[in-house]
Structure formats: structure tokens, C-alpha cells
């Protein structure tokens, strides 16, 4: 059929007749029922998840948590929901919840999940088998795919208000319902970072960017397994797209190049901080790039493993009683290391390194920084510690 000869085009159909349809909206009896609780509660916690991307939606969320004084949680995997420096934000974005998150949520008396990833997960991380006493009140459409396809769902988390919704859509109507409330928040102090080594590693990854994109609009696309939330601040909806989902590998690269291609011209840069083996199993999107001239940085912290598979094989390694020296077979990509600076240019891009040292960190990211604004795709190679420690 694909190489059949092709007769009349055949007529457009008419776009005004194919629009989408307009956000579904709660009931007011149940907008009116999550309202009180939120309203009459004492510890009340927000956990900010799959939120709006529009500057108004970010807003409207800010403005619901200062107006209950309400506590915010957000996770790593999504796209940045509110702002990581505010005065309400509880706790770096993470994977799952940090020590004073989880305590935090075990002792509020109303949850609002906004759509926030695995509900039923993130409670069992604070109440682990034991009731659930805060109030749950679920805004998300997640419950539109236990009934699809595959049928595929997280655990079903206890809930008491579900409101069948996208954020977008329930928030403002939340954000006009509610009463502020004038008591304090009960925001966790988080413990501070430990100083960065002396050596190239995550931390020192996250202060030099931090040096060389002030006054700079970045958007990330991706961050490293280990990467510790706190290293970064988000402050605008597109600061950070979230992680791909599905539990995929080799997609960072892509991202990358489609976000670069997406703010081509808009003043906000894509920046990828890429595993070593997620950017071996992609990087072929760098030509792409290069090709099409998409200015984007990737800065690959390269451990020369694939670290979370060899950590969790000297896991198992101890838990069978096998040799834990044995942990790197088929995980350690060293001896030779792969010269992914080489694997840069030889498809078009400027590519840097390998850096090794500490004070070469920050020049390197100026160096990408400057190629990009000359329209150039550019890849850091970063030999980091090879730790899986938060910390470094």
C-alpha cells in the first residue's frame, strides 16, 4: 500500500470540528467538600505532582498553598510543579520522600494530592502498613486508564474526596473556595549539603551550573540517578520537563535535542545532565542536533558504570553470600573508557572533556554555555565519582 501510486488528495477534514473538549470540572458538592476540609484543617500538606506547565496554572498553585499555609512536596520524576526555593516547599524533589517529608505527611490530617505520582506509594513511604488517618483528597484523571487498554495502575491509594479532574481545571476553583488560614506551617528544616569533594563529582557538577547559568532561563531535561534535588532551584513551570516515565532507558539524549528544538529562539536553553549509560544507548540524537543546528547542552556524569546495576548486584552479591568484588562484571564500562567527547564531535557537536579535575568543571560548562549561544549542540563529558551517595 505504502508504494501504491497516489490518486486525488483526499479533503482535509474541517479543524473547528476536531477541537478538544473543554477540562472537565468537580461537582460543587464535592469542590465544596474538599474546600472545608482544606479549610478546617490543621496540618494540612500538599503534595504537587503532574501540574500545569502555563505560568498562570504555576501561579494559581503558589497562591493556594500561601492562602492555606499549607506545606508542598514535590517529585523529581515530574515535571517541576512549584517553586523549590519558596518558604513552603518542604523538602528537595526526590524519587520518594526524604525522612522530614515523610514524617510531615504522617502527621497531617488532610492531604491534597494534585495529581502527584503513585499516591498509594508515597502514603505507604509515610504510613507504611499502618491506617492512613489524614484525609485524602485525589485530583488527578488517573482513574480514566484502569479502565483502558492495558488496564495498567499504581496501588489504589485510600481516598476521601476524588475529584475526577485536571489540575489545571480545580485549582483556581480550590484557590477561590478556600479560607486562609493564619496558622503556621509545619514546613521540616532540611539538613544541610555536606561541602562538595575535592574531585569532580555530582555536587561540584550542581554548584558550577548553578555559577554559570545565573540570570540564564534553563530548562533541564533530565538529571542523573543519585542526583540530589537540592543541587538546583525551579522557579518557573519549564525550568524542568520531569523525568520520561514507563521506566525507559536511553531517552535522555532525545529529550534533550527535542526540548533544545522546542526553545530554539526563545531565550531558554535546554541542558541535560545524562548518565553515562543512558547517553551510550541514545546518543546517536546528537547528529540530529548537529544536523538541524538545535542549540542544547548535555553534560554527561560519566562513572564509567552502569552504577545502579552494580550496586544493586553487590546488594544481591551480599544477600546471597557471593563474592562482592564480582558486582562490576557486565556493569562497569572502563578499560577502555569510552571517549564520549570523540562520540560528540564525530557526529557534528562540540564535545568537551573528558573533565577530571575540579577546577575544570566550570570552565567546561562556560565553554558549552558559549556554544550553544553560537547555535551548537555541545556534550560534556564529566568523570564523576563513581558513588551512588546523594551527597556527592
Given at each position: 500500500?505504502?508504494?501504491?501510486?497516489?490518486?486525488?488528495?483526499?479533503?482535509?477534514?474541517?479543524p473547528a470540528r476536531h477541537v478538544p473538549p473543554p477540562a472537565a470540572t468537580p461537582s460543587a458538592g464535592q469542590l465544596a467538600v474538599a474546600a472545608h476540609l482544606l479549610s478546617s484543617a490543621k496540618r494540612p500538606v500538599i503534595l504537587a505532582g503532574r501540574c500545569s506547565r502555563s505560568?498562570?496554572?504555576?501561579?494559581?498553585?503558589?497562591?493556594?498553598?500561601?492562602?492555606?499555609?499549607?506545606?508542598?512536596?514535590?517529585?523529581?520524576?515530574?515535571?517541576?510543579?512549584?517553586?523549590?526555593?519558596?518558604?513552603?516547599?518542604?523538602?528537595?524533589?526526590?524519587?520518594?520522600?526524604?525522612?522530614?517529608?515523610?514524617?510531615?505527611?504522617?502527621?497531617?490530617?488532610?492531604?491534597?494530592?494534585?495529581?502527584?505520582?503513585?499516591?498509594?506509594?508515597?502514603?505507604?513511604?509515610?504510613?507504611?502498613?499502618?491506617?492512613?488517618?489524614?484525609?485524602?483528597?485525589?485530583?488527578?484523571?488517573?482513574?480514566?486508564?484502569?479502565?483502558?487498554?492495558?488496564?495498567?495502575?499504581?496501588?489504589?491509594?485510600?481516598?476521601?474526596?476524588?475529584?475526577?479532574?485536571?489540575?489545571?481545571?480545580?485549582?483556581?476553583?480550590?484557590?477561590?473556595?478556600?479560607?486562609?488560614?493564619?496558622?503556621?506551617?509545619?514546613?521540616?528544616?532540611?539538613?544541610?549539603l555536606k561541602p562538595a569533594p575535592d574531585a569532580v563529582s555530582l555536587r561540584g557538577v550542581g554548584l558550577a551550573l548553578e555559577e554559570a547559568t545565573k540570570g540564564v532561563d534553563v530548562c533541564y531535561t533530565r538529571f542523573p540517578l543519585g542526583w540530589n534535588g537540592a543541587y538546583t532551584?525551579?522557579?518557573?513551570?519549564?525550568?524542568?520537563?520531569?523525568?520520561?516515565?514507563?521506566?525507559?532507558?536511553?531517552?535522555?539524549?532525545?529529550?534533550?535535542?527535542?526540548?533544545?528544538?522546542?526553545?530554539?529562539?526563545?531565550?531558554?536553553?535546554?541542558?541535560?545532565?545524562?548518565?553515562?549509560?543512558?547517553?551510550?544507548?541514545?546518543?546517536?540524537?546528537?547528529?540530529?542536533?548537529?544536523?538541524?543546528?538545535?542549540?542544547?547542552?548535555?553534560?554527561?556524569?560519566?562513572?564509567?558504570?552502569?552504577?545502579?546495576?552494580?550496586?544493586?548486584?553487590?546488594?544481591?552479591?551480599?544477600?546471597?553470600?557471593?563474592?562482592?568484588?564480582?558486582?562490576?562484571?557486565?556493569?562497569?564500562?572502563?578499560?577502555?573508557?569510552?571517549?564520549?567527547?570523540?562520540?560528540?564531535?564525530?557526529?557534528?557537536?562540540?564535545?568537551?572533556?573528558?573533565?577530571?579535575?575540579?577546577?575544570?568543571?566550570?570552565?567546561?560548562?562556560?565553554?558549552?554555555?558559549?556554544?550553544?549561544?553560537?547555535?551548537?549542540?555541545?556534550?560534556?563529558?564529566?568523570?564523576?565519582?563513581?558513588?551512588?551517595?546523594?551527597?556527592?
Open positions: 500500500m505504502q508504494e501504491e501510486k497516489l490518486g486525488p488528495l483526499p479533503d482535509l477534514p474541517n505560568v498562570d496554572g504555576w501561579n494559581a498553585c503558589v497562591a493556594l498553598a500561601e492562602k492555606l499555609n499549607a506545606p508542598v512536596c514535590t517529585n523529581i520524576k515530574l515535571a517541576t510543579a512549584f517553586p523549590t526555593d519558596h518558604r513552603l516547599h518542604a523538602a528537595p524533589p526526590g524519587v520518594s520522600l526524604t525522612d522530614e517529608a515523610r514524617a510531615m505527611v504522617r502527621e497531617a490530617d488532610v492531604v491534597l494530592s494534585l495529581d502527584y505520582l503513585d499516591l498509594g506509594a508515597t502514603l505507604k513511604q509515610a504510613f507504611g502498613d499502618k491506617p492512613v488517618t489524614a484525609k485524602v483528597i485525589q485530583v488527578s484523571v488517573d482513574q480514566y486508564s484502569h479502565r483502558g487498554g492495558s488496564a495498567d495502575h499504581f496501588g489504589l491509594p485510600p481516598i476521601d474526596v476524588y475529584l475526577m479532574c485536571e489540575t489545571d481545571a480545580v485549582v483556581p476553583l480550590l484557590l477561590d473556595a478556600v479560607t486562609a488560614r493564619a496558622t503556621p506551617a509545619n514546613v521540616p528544616v532540611a539538613p544541610s532551584h525551579f522557579r518557573h513551570p519549564l525550568d524542568y520537563i520531569g523525568h520520561d516515565g514507563g521506566a525507559g532507558v536511553g531517552s535522555g539524549p532525545g529529550m534533550t535535542v527535542g526540548a533544545g528544538l522546542a526553545l530554539k529562539g526563545t531565550g531558554r536553553i535546554a541542558v541535560g545532565l545524562l548518565g553515562n549509560g543512558d547517553f551510550l544507548m541514545g546518543n546517536t540524537a546528537v547528529w540530529t542536533a548537529a544536523h538541524y543546528q538545535i542549540p542544547c547542552l548535555m553534560i554527561v556524569c560519566n562513572n564509567r558504570s552502569f552504577y545502579n546495576d552494580e550496586r544493586h548486584q553487590g546488594n544481591m552479591a551480599t544477600h546471597r553470600g557471593r563474592p562482592v568484588e564480582n558486582c562490576w562484571i557486565g556493569q562497569r564500562i572502563d578499560d577502555p573508557p569510552v571517549d564520549i567527547a570523540a562520540m560528540a564531535r564525530s557526529q557534528g557537536a562540540v564535545g568537551i572533556g573528558p573533565v577530571e579535575k575540579m577546577e575544570d568543571i566550570l570552565p567546561a560548562i562556560q565553554q558549552g554555555l558559549a556554544a550553544m549561544r553560537a547555535g551548537t549542540p555541545c556534550v560534556i563529558d564529566m568523570h564523576v565519582l563513581p558513588g551512588y551517595d546523594t551527597q556527592v
